[in-house]
Structure formats: structure tokens, C-alpha cells
């Protein structure tokens, strides 16, 4: 099965990135068993819940008996001793008030011994009951709970908050704890598997305050058709969006995941969101897969921007920070949709926990991996089929989980990857001068360089590229070139290659990525980048095709997508690059011609409107794959 095209007019912008450590902290406590499911933090203290019944710190060698609610320093990750609430059932979800009480939701009945079921406020510094706040789930698990600004967004398996009747959904004053009554969206209508029950398994506040996002097993809001998802507008009175899509409607081949839309969140800047999605394969739904999805799109029939497939392996959690997306589960493999159980064609190895680029959905180089190497204990767990909740907090990234490896060392069921010995990954696209040079093959290590720009073409001259050898198709990126070359070592024949190109000069080439040995590099005639994707022409196909490419791993994607476009047999194109807006391109017949190029419109080109730049001569003749843009 191959992904479900985007939409084409879901362009989205590029933006910088900041991604955490790949090694995750040494000092972080133990869990011994059960699970570890929700985060919050106050200053240096951490808070983690979960369904365990014994912590340990790093180092340590007895287990000490506390259960479902910690509190330990993130700094030192010694527990913190005074505090020590009770709660006879597991903590599925952590937040904080305005005022600092820690709101804790999940599937209690009572709290230090007084009967209290699944929503309270505690004293952060010892886990007392805090009596005046007095929301409270009357019935059912609390699954969700979110702070923003002073409103408390709950979602769960309840009908009932205090005393009121609100079903899977609600919002109350986040520093009292009261319903609030303008808030009345309910959910309900559990998809039609055996035992199915309704709940909100996952729900995201945009930053901005303006929408949420739930998603679980519902197929109804406020009378309105939604399956698995709900988009509500909370700019003003709380109401049920224009909004809904079809992709979470058919059922996954696997009749044990009566609902598989497992968790959502928002970008920071509340333009975008992301779900994730369990449940096996389907041929019309996203099973097994993440998508991200354009917050201001409204309408039915909603397609996302993009969907990265797992290859029939479970996505459980999620976070959207800093400009990557953060999922973990029981998958092997990213960028899979060509596999089934295995890894298909551009599959890329992802054990259990990734990063990937935000413009796109393709794996990023962060692999941390879910193992516990050589290091799992007597009577460790060594690979459990759900991370329950990867959460940022202000100085790194939280994983709490159901099995005990992360970055291949034990870590028993939570981990903390924090932003020292992160990165930042910059923008990175085509070049966006409107004046440069053109470079186009002529002959082994050799280029024929041209000025171009609003003036035209300059007058062209050779120029001595001694590491441009058997190269085909090649475009720029950022201040490095890509490009093609038979290579008979690799499965496929050829390699697409990368090489810094430094003022005009093409350095020393590696292979972009191993996971891209599968792709018929040599088969491309022209190509060129832009906003996350790779474009390109094959001689065979009268078609302008694209696939993700991120640049940080340099990760192709598994999927071909043809372009909208009208006027031009793209089997004569030799040659292509991209340059202010336009595509310029060469031809079977030598010449060289300009047509603008929207990949937001319906129709991507129109030949029709392409103008001849040059004719071929002795000098450049522009019937070559080899044609890039650079300004220098």
C-alpha cells in the first residue's frame, strides 16, 4: 500500500528546529514495574504517575514502595521523600494550576484515604488533598487533562463532572476547580466492535487558546458525525468546527483495536497538529501511521499534509515542540509504507521512538532506540507494546513507557532526554536568489558554468569539477549538492549522493542516507528541491513526481507522488532546477526554457506558458540531467 496523497495546496513553510539529546540522562529514577503515563513539573521537581508499586533512584539497590505518583528532583533524580500521596488506582494524566497545585486525573477511587474519584488537587510540596478545589470526575478514568490559561480541559470515560452531566469532555476553572457551563460538548457513540466503550483517549489545547482537538473511541459531538475525531472552536462559546475527516472512519484489519486515533498535539505556534494512530493497515484510513493536519483547514473530507506509515506496527504517544514531532510505540520502522510486518522499500530502522521532520513526516537523525542493550536487569522488561506518554518539559524531553531501555541502557519505565546535548537544525531549502549560476554536465569532473538571472544567460565556460564523476541528476540544497551516480556496489545500481558545494566548488561526495539504497537514483533525468520535497522527471513517465526528503539524515521517502501539471511531455526534460519561482529546464532538443511553477495550485505548471531561454550550442547544449541552480 502506498500513502494517501496530501493535499497539494498543504505546502507548509519551513521553520527551524531544536532537537533534544539522544542519550537519555543516567541520573532519572526507576519504576519497577507496571507503567509509567503522565508528567508534570514545578521548578526542579518532576511529577510521574503511572500503575507502578516500587521506584528506585539511579544506582540504587532496593526498591522502595511507593506507587502511581512520584515526585523526584530533575536535576539530581533523587525522590522526594515528603512527598507521599495515596491513590489506590493508576495516574493517567498530570497538570498544573495557575497557582501551582498539581491536578492529577486517572482511574482512582480514593485519594489518601478519602474517597475521591479520578480527578484531584494535591499540595506539590507533600501530596496533600487540597479540599477547596473541588473538581471531580463522578464516575469513569480521566484519560486527559489540560491547563490553559485558567481553563481545565479534562477529556475521558466519564459522564458526569461534579455533580453535572458532561460526556467524555469538559472544561472547568483550572484555579477552583468548577464546571465551567459554557463548555458543553459531549462525545459518545463507541465504534461497533464487541465490549467497545466511548471514551476521549487523547486531547490537545492549541497554544493560542482558540481550538482543541480529542480523539478516541466516538462517533458523534454534539449530534454532529465524528469518527475518532473532533475539532472544537473555543475562540469564542465552545461549538463543534466545520471540521472532519473520513480517514478515521474505516475499521483496521486488526478487530482488536476498536478505535486506533491514540493521541494529538499542537505545533507551538498553533498552526498545525498531529495524530497518531494504532490499529494494523486499512487501504481507506491512516492504521498504524502519524499525520499532521493544518489547523485553520475546515471543511468534510479533510486530508492531512502528510502521513508517515509505520508498516503495520502501533504508534502510542506523542509530542509536537520546538518544530519536531516526537512518537513512540511498538514500531520497528519510520517512512514504511511499502511494508507489511517488514521493512519495505525506504523503510528506516526506528525502535520504538523517533523524531520527524514537521514539513514532511520523514525520520529525522535522532535514534535513540527503545532497547536496553546489555543492560536489562533479572526480571527487566525488554520491550513492551506502549509508550504512554512522551511529554517536553522546560528544559527536556519526558518518556514514560512499559518496559525498561532507552538509548540501549536500562531505564526503568521513564526516561528524560534533555536539551543539553541537543541540536539546532536550521532551515534549510533551494537556494532563493533570483540570480546565480547555472551548472550543466559536461563530461566526467567537469561542469559548464552560466550566469542566469532576471538579465538572462551569461556567456557559458567550463569549469573543472574533479568530484563530479559518472553524475546524473544533481540539485542544491542548502550549501550542499545532491546527486546521482551509477554505482554498481549497491543494490540498485546507482547512489544518490551528497557533497558540499562551497563558492561553485563540489566537495568530496558521500551516500545521503544507507536507508536510500533502494531508490533508482540514475532513473531521475532532472530534479530539484523545495519546501521538503524532491522533485523529479523520469524518462519513462510523462509525469513531474516528487517524494519527502528531510535534509537532516537526508532520508528519501518511500512514496511517489505525480504533480498537477498540463502542457509538457516531462519524458523529454533532461535537466531541472527551480529558481525564484519558476522551473528551468532542458530538453531532448537542447533548449533551455522557463515555466512558472505553484505546487499550491491545482494545476502545479502550464506548459503552455513555457518560454525557450536559450538554444542549444557547441558551448551548452541543455540536454543533460546534470542542471542546478546555485549563487555561486
Known sequence: ???????????????????????????????????????????????????????????????????????????????????????????????????????????????????????????????????????????????????????????????????????LLARLNATTGAIDPTFQIDAGGARPYPNSTELVWGLAVAPDGE??????????????????????????????????????????????????????????????????????????????????????????????TWVDFTGTDSVTSLEVADGVVYVGGHFRWQNNANGNDTQGPGGVSRYG?????????????????????????SGGTNWGPIMWEIWKGPNGLFVGQDSDGLGNEYHGRLGYFPESGGRNIPVQDAPQADAGFLY????????????????????????????FTNGRAAFALHNKLYWAKTDFSMPTGAVLNVSMLTNGTIGAPW??????????????????????????????????????????????????????TTGIDWRTVRGMTWVAGKLVYGSTDGRLRTVAFDPAATTAVNGSTATVVANGNTAANWNSSTLFFATS
Open 511 to 564: 551516500v545521503g542516507s544507507g536507508y536510500n539504497s533502494w531508490f533508482q537514483a540514475t532513473a531521475m533525468t532532472g530534479a530539484f528541491y523545495l519546501q521538503g520535497r524532491m522533485y523529479y522527471t523520469s524518462a519513462s513517465s510523462n509525469n513531474l513526481f516528487y517524494r519527502y526528503l528531510t535534509p537532516d539524515g537526508s532520508v528519501i521517502g518511500c512514496t511517489s507522488f505525480a504533480v498537477a
Open 1 to 167: 500500500m502506498t500513502a494517501i496523497p496530501a493535499n497539494a495546496v498543504n505546502v507548509p513553510p519551513s521553520e527551524a528546529a531544536s532537537i533534544v539529546a539522544a542519550s537519555p540522562a543516567d541520573n532519572t529514577p526507576h519504576a519497577q514495574n507496571g507503567s509509567m503515563r503522565a508528567f508534570a513539573q514545578i521548578g526542579n521537581t518532576v511529577y510521574a504517575g503511572g500503575s507502578f508499586t516500587g521506584v528506585k533512584a539511579a544506582g540504587a539497590t532496593s526498591w522502595s514502595p511507593l506507587s502511581n505518583l512520584i515526585a523526584y528532583d530533575v536535576t539530581t533524580g533523587a525522590i522526594k521523600t515528603g512527598f507521599t500521596p495515596e491513590l489506590d488506582g493508576a495516574v493517567q494524566t498530570l497538570a498544573v494550576s495557575p497557582e501551582g497545585k498539581l491536578i492529577v486525573g486517572g482511574s482512582f477511587g480514593t485519594v489518601n484515604g478519602v474517597a475521591r474519584k479520578n480527578l484531584v488537587a494535591l499540595d506539590p510540596a507533600t501530596g496533600a488533598t487540597v479540599a477547596s478545589w473541588v473538581g471531580r470526575s463522578d464516575g469513569g478514568v480521566v484519560r486527559r487533562a489540560i491547563v490553559q490559561g485558567n481553563h481545565l480541559y479534562i477529556g475521558g470515560a466519564f459522564h458526569w463532572v461534579n455533580g453535572t452531566q458532561h460526556s
Open 353 to 377: 521512538i523517533a523524531a520527524l521532520d514537521q514539513q514532511n513526516g520523514v525520520p529525522l537523525n535522532w535514534n535513540p532506540t527503545r532497547s536496553p542493550g546489555s543492560q536489562l536487569p
Open 440 to 467: 550543466l554536465g559536461a563530461g566526467n569532473g567537469q561542469l559548464t558554468k552560466v550566469a542566469y538571472g532576471p538579465g538572462g544567460l551569461g556567456t557559458p565556460a567550463v569549469v573543472s569539477q574533479p568530484q
Open 211 to 304: 481550538t482543541v482537538v480529542a480523539v478516541g473511541n466516538f462517533t458523534s459531538v454534539n449530534g454532529a458525525s465524528r469518527n475518532q475525531v473532533v475539532m472544537i472552536d473555543t475562540s469564542g462559546t465552545p461549538a463543534v468546527a466545520d471540521w472532519s475527516t473520513d480517514r478515521y472512519v474505516a475499521a483496521c484489519y486488526s478487530g482488536t483495536f476498536p478505535f486506533y486515533a491514540r493521541d494529538v498535539d499542537f505545533s507551538d505556534d498553533s498552526k498545525y497538529f498531529v495524530i497518531i494512530a494504532d490499529g494494523g493497515r486499512s487501504n481507506d484510513a491512516y492504521c498504524d501511521a502519524t499525520a499532521r493536519w493544518e489547523t485553520a483547514d475546515r471543511g468534510t473530507n479533510v486530508k492531512a
